[in-house]
């Protein structure tokens, strides 16, 4: 946008000095002919009038508007040509006052051509010079412009100055607005690339975290689930307890292991979660509390609502992985004997919008939840897996909150906001 607007600007400047310069190459020729013709002058005057006053419009339109900038820092915008080109133009139109006075109107054309190749006020001292030497011309000869005395000379020369004064103020605000104008879009588009930068470094940031987050949810409870089930069958082998159990454990590693792959290959290509691919959301569920049921020993009931409407693939998969880390959790850290999960549709308060609840309960040990700051809740090992369930939760627009004390075990809530329904799910699968 940015680069495009201030082509667009640049270009829009040169058609000005072109539309200029179009005017500058018919009105030159045109008036000198007017002057020529109606003077009544020898043949070799006209031709003196002819040079002297086509002279600094060719070399304006040869030597100087080629090399003028708008953005030059000193008074001359093509440096020493613009002077040359000064000191040319007030001698040319002096000399040739004094062959015929009517050549004041080549300031019709010279004056937009010295605004054009200087800044305000030098550009508007040499008109003031110029129109000195017209005066001084008048009075050399005590001559007569247009048919007054040396009084008219002054007045119109006066009256010269100040116009070309105030054309020279609105040039110039045009190409202080021009230039302040492409200021700003080159402003705009340096802090567009800075915003464009940092959104960029933010994406990779939220990407590392997600990723990291999915990692922690699958890969990273898949090894835990294998290591307690690999301890397990390798107890039961060296004492030689139950070799039919550590065959169920050591099965069980294998499909734990392959369904760890598969959500690492998943992983990369950003799709969704391996369990769910399989098969519905409770069977996914219920195979992730059987993992934890046969690794940590800890008994479940999971209840699933049979007219859950039809969820979004997104809260399914954030369903799914609260669940997971929640197993997790109560396997490493509560002792708990038995967690139960249920997720249910509640129909919304006076009418409102229906939610989907995920409630988790353990009867484990339990802790002291009014002692957990939020920086305890975001590290590792003690409450990452809040804060992740929590920005899944909060993610999908939903609610999410704990409670539990010491011995009393603890509950985990998630309530997400829920579409009008279209169809039901029944046992996890979609019906019409």
């Given at each position: 946008m940015g680069e495009t607007s201030i082509e667009q600007m640049r270009i829009s400047t040169s058609n000005v000095h072109s539309r200029w310069n179009m005017y500058f190459a018919i009105a030159t020729p045109l008036l000198i002919a007017s002057i020529v013709l109606l003077s009544k002058l020898g043949w070799y005057q006209r031709f003196a009038l002819v040079i002297l006053l086509g002279l600094p419009t060719l070399v304006f339109l040869l030597f100087v508007d080629p090399y003028s900038s708008e953005h030059a820092a000193t008074a001359s915008k093509s440096g020493y040509r613009g002077w040359c080109f000064a000191a040319l133009s007030v001698v040319c139109l002096v000399a040739a006052a004094a062959i015929n006075p009517s050549v004041v109107f080549m300031q019709f054309i010279v004056v937009p051509q010295l605004f054009i190749a200087f800044t305000y006020w030098p550009s508007l001292g040499v008109v003031t010079l110029m129109n000195c030497g017209f005066i001084g011309v008048a009075w050399m000869q005590?001559?007569?412009?247009?048919?007054?005395?040396?009084?008219?000379?002054?007045?119109?020369?006066?009256?010269?100055?100040?116009?070309?004064?105030?054309?020279?103020?609105?040039?110039?605000?045009?190409?202080?607005?021009?230039?302040?104008?492409?200021?700003?879009?080159?402003?705009?588009?340096?802090?567009?690339?800075?915003?464009?930068?940092?959104?960029?470094?933010?994406?990779?940031?939220?990407?590392?975290?997600?990723?990291?987050?999915?990692?922690?949810?699958?890969?990273?409870?898949?090894?835990?689930?294998?290591?307690?089930?690999?301890?397990?069958?390798?107890?039961?082998?060296?004492?030689?307890?139950?070799?039919?159990?550590?065959?169920?454990?050591?099965?069980?590693?294998?499909?734990?292991?392959?369904?760890?792959?598969?959500?690492?290959?998943?992983?990369?290509?950003?799709?969704?979660?391996?369990?769910?691919?399989?098969?519905?959301?409770?069977?996914?569920?219920?195979?992730?509390?059987?993992?934890?049921?046969?690794?940590?020993?800890?008994?479940?009931?999971?209840?699933?609502?049979?007219?859950?409407?039809?969820?979004?693939?997104?809260?399914?998969?954030?369903?799914?992985?609260?669940?997971?880390?929640?197993?997790?959790?109560?396997?490493?850290?509560?002792?708990?004997?038995?967690?139960?999960?249920?997720?249910?549709?509640?129909?919304?308060?006076?009418?409102?919008?229906?939610?989907?609840?995920?409630?988790?309960?353990?009867?484990?040990?339990?802790?002291?939840?009014?002692?957990?700051?939020?920086?305890?809740?975001?590290?590792?090992?003690?409450?990452?897996?809040?804060?992740?369930?929590?920005?899944?939760?909060?993610?999908?627009?939903?609610r999410f909150s704990y409670s539990s004390s010491i011995g009393e075990g603890t509950h985990l809530l998630a309530v997400f906001p829920l579409q009008p329904e279209s169809s039901v799910m029944v046992n996890g699968v979609a019906a019409a």
């Open positions: 005590s001559a007569v412009l247009y048919s007054g005395d040396i009084t008219d000379a002054v007045v119109e020369s006066v009256a010269s100055v100040f116009f070309s004064g105030m054309i020279g103020i609105a040039n110039d605000h045009l190409v202080e607005v021009n230039t302040h104008n492409i200021q700003l879009i080159e402003r705009l588009q340096s802090q567009q690339e800075v915003i464009g930068h940092l959104s960029h470094e933010e994406g990779i940031a939220a990407e590392r975290q997600r990723m990291a987050g999915e990692m922690h949810d699958t890969i990273a409870q898949s090894l835990t689930s294998m290591l307690a089930l690999s301890r397990a069958a390798l107890d039961e082998m060296e004492d030689d307890q139950d070799h039919e159990l550590a065959a169920k454990h050591l099965r069980m590693i294998s499909t734990i292991a392959k369904e760890s792959l598969d959500d690492t290959r998943a992983l990369i290509a950003n799709s969704t979660p391996v369990a769910l691919q399989k098969s519905g959301l409770r069977d996914a569920l219920n195979r992730t509390l059987a993992n934890t049921q046969l690794s940590g020993g800890i008994a479940y009931t999971l209840h699933v609502d049979e007219h859950l409407p039809v969820l979004p693939l997104a809260l399914q998969v954030a369903v799914l992985r609260v669940v997971q880390e929640a197993a997790t959790n109560i396997q490493k850290h509560s002792r708990a004997h038995h967690v139960n999960v249920e997720l249910k549709r509640v129909p919304g308060d006076q009418g409102g919008q229906e939610r989907l609840c995920l409630c988790i309960e353990d009867d484990g040990i339990g802790f002291d939840a009014s002692t957990i700051s939020e920086e305890q809740a975001s590290t590792t090992g003690h409450g990452y897996g809040f804060i992740d369930m929590r920005r899944r939760v909060e993610g999908l627009s939903g």
